[in-house]
């Protein structure tokens, strides 16, 4: 018999622009914070910790997890893993301490996502044209491999509106409303409560909102803005979700210690990730919403109370929400990577999140993310009360 995985906590670190309020804070700092006050904030003695599980995308390499778990004061006894899946990471990361749960190799995981873009390394290759010790600078690791093309993420997007219609009017709208349900949110006060405050640049102020939202920013403006991907195309600035420093950390335990703990939460139920032609990445959250629907039809898309779904770019969440018949008004509700930034590693943890203090008891959540390479994680929760 299987053991419930119960999300017990969640919190975040304010999302900044590139090189903006964090860029101070590497991600080993923001991920050691969002894990010290996650654990502080679930009430359980941090040696109790079974494992620190981090998702990063664009690091330097080597365990961050252990790294991170040892700067937030955790035992030496607490170990720590790192993964990478890209945008998807943050979200495998919690599906993957859910199943260990249930699988019985512990009681009580963290689990987060990061990515600090602004003091990500500088990528660099031997270049046969600058001499034996030269160097030749790249932006990104390839994404696919095996001879099939590697696009980028914005060039993908731009492909897939094309593909499936979705006129610029129509991102550009969705866009907008990004920004402008973060932005309600923040000014709300509805984000204030799950943000982990960090330390300013310098000795300088504490940083406690999210950068990222512009008010303003709506469909008019959006639609001044140029393609960035070819002349004619409809991806620009705008309608892409803005590149981001910060950190999510999940609590994950089994329903016998959440119980104990006196903390309901939000009740793991199934999740699959799945691959997809590369160049059709943008879809691979399609592919993954169906694959799960397959093997329990309750965890049909459809059914959800809310989705929380990574917004890469606009063509690519209007694209899925079409395939899925998602209703726009339970996408989302408090905006997503467009308007709050997009921490690559980040950002699927960030879906967990805000499932965990949306749903109302009784009500279910889909988290979706589509990846980079061609492939995508869909997973669903309950939330639960005792």
Known sequence: MTTTAVVVEAVRTPFARLDGALAHLDAQALAALAVREAVARAGVAPGDVDDVLVAHAAGPGGNLARLAALDAGLPASVPGLTLDRQCGGGLDAVTLACRLIAAGAGELYVAVGVDSASTSPLRAEASRDAGAHGRGFFPRRAFSAGGWDDPGMAEAADDLAAARAIPRARQDAYAAAS??????????????????????????????RDECPRATLDAARCARMPPVVRPGGTVTAANASQIADGAVAVVVAAEGRARALGRGGLAFRDSVTVGVPPPECGLGAVAAARALATRDPRHEARAAHQVAMTEA????????????????????PRGGAIGLGHPWGASGAMQVLRLWRDLAPGHEGLALAAIAGGMGVAAWFAAVTW
């Open 313 to 332: 770019f606009a063509a690519q969440v209007l694209a899925t929400a079409d395939d899925l018949q998602l209703d726009p008004a339970r996408l989302n």
């Open 179 to 208: 920004h402008a349900r973060a932005s309600a949110s923040a000014s709300g006060g509805e984000f204030d409560a799950e943000i982990v405050p960090c330390p300013g640049r310098d000795g300088g102020a504490t940083v406690t």
